[in-house]
Structures are given as C-alpha cells and as structure tokens.
C-alpha cells in the first residue's frame, strides 16, 4: 500500500503570496494532522482534521487554516506568507482521531518564501 | 504544558560503540512517548513507543524505557552501525489525543 503522500516536493513563493499544500493519507485512515519542521528544529503541530472536523489547533496565527475532504485527503493554506513561513511542512495520517495509534508520516513539503 | 528536551547534538561516535540520547519531558497526566528517526532526504518514521510507566519500547536494536519517576526516556543502542546516522527525535503525546510534541532533534553520526 502506498504510503502517505504529499505534493507538491518543493514550492518557492514570494512575501505576501498565498500558499496550497496538499495530503493524502494512507488508505483507510481518517485522521490526518499537519505540522511545520524549520531547519534545525522539531516538528511543531498545526492541525488536526479527523472525519473532516477540525480536532485540534496549534499555536499558530490565521493565516493558516486547512480543511479535509470526503476522502480523507487534506489541504493546508496559507495566506500573506512571511519570511519566516519557509519550512519543511509534514503531514501524517493515524486510523483514529485520538487514542495511542501511530502516526504516520509523509516525506513533506520543502516552502520556501523569498 | 507539554514540553520535551533532549540532548543536544551533533553526537559522533565511532562504528560499535554505545548509544545513549538523553530525554526528558514535562507533561500532565500520563501521557505516551515515543522515538521518531529522520533519515537525511526523508520523512519521520516511528523507532519505537511506550504507552505507561515502566514500559520499555524497543526496535532494530534500540530501547527506552518508560521512567515516570525521573520524567525521563532516554533512547539507547549498544552497538551503532554507520547506517544509524540519522537526526532522533523524542516525543510525546497527552493521554487520548493524537497532537504530538517533539523536542528539537539529535543528529548522530556513526563513523566507520
């Protein structure tokens, strides 16, 4: 079975620009949550979605929203990007939405605003 | 709330020698942890869990107990391979929901 996938690999945006990454999780699984890697540093957790219902937020600001579709598969937005937006974004897929299940995750998304 | 520290790297060691990654985590409740690896160019995997106190998770080698008293999950491995330089990450998760916290990240390089 496939894995979990996201697309696109690389992204290069400007300051101000809006930004769609997208996931699709591994079959069968309903929960799929989104974090944001900088270099050098761990994940840090954005979002949850299980059965399209947002589950959980992070600390981040506005500009970032999400949504998840009837087949599971997850967009994450974000709009006026900053310098500091430029990181590897990660998605992750579990059967659940809560309980000790394991994540999942993809190889991500390398965004890059210049 | 959560929170999880972790040595800090880069840890070099030489092929055969003994692995220790030092964790430690600050939560409510009794939360699950976990090692992830992240092998250069790829996504993190899951090297191993422990869901309650005492619990000891293990896999290709690793192992890391679960010690409540001392806050601590502390990953080893007794003999490294060159094929184990990857950057680990110590993480937990709070009883009954799935947003993990991780800590910053221990690059280890194995050299022959």
């Known amino acids: 079975d496939a894995g979990v996938t996201q697309s696109p690999t690389h992204l290069i945006k400007t300051r101000g620009q809006h930004v769609t990454l997208r996931c699709s999780p591994i079959s069968g699984h309903k929960s799929v949550s989104w974090y944001q890697q900088v270099l050098g540093q761990g994940p840090q957790f954005i979002f949850q979605?299980?059965?399209?219902?947002?589950?959980g937020r992070g600390n981040f600001p506005d500009r970032f929203s999400a949504r998840q579709f009837p087949n599971y598969s997850s967009e994450l937005n974000v709009n006026a990007l900053l310098l500091g937006d430029s990181a590897l974004y990660l998605c992750a897929s579990s059967l659940v939405g809560s309980g000790v299940y394991e994540q999942y995750f993809g190889p991500g998304t390398r965004l890059t605003v210049t | 709330g959560n929170s999880v520290t972790q040595m800090e790297g880069p840890v070099t060691l030489s092929e055969e020698a003994f692995l220790t990654i030092n964790c430690t985590y600050t939560a409510t409740g009794y939360p699950s942890l976990f090692w992830y690896v992240q092998y250069p160019g790829e996504g993190l995997q899951l090297l191993l869990k422990?869901?309650?106190?005492?619990d000891k998770g293990s896999n290709k080698g690793f192992e890391a107990t679960y010690r409540k008293e001392t806050t601590s999950f502390h990953l080893e491995k007794g003999s490294v391979q060159v094929s184990d330089s990857a950057v680990y990450f110590c993480a937990l998760t709070p009883g009954g929901y799935q947003k993990v916290t991780f800590g910053t990240g221990t690059k280890l390089q194995v050299i022959p």
């Open positions: 979605y299980y059965e399209k219902e947002e589950r």
């Open positions: 422990a869901t309650k106190a005492d």
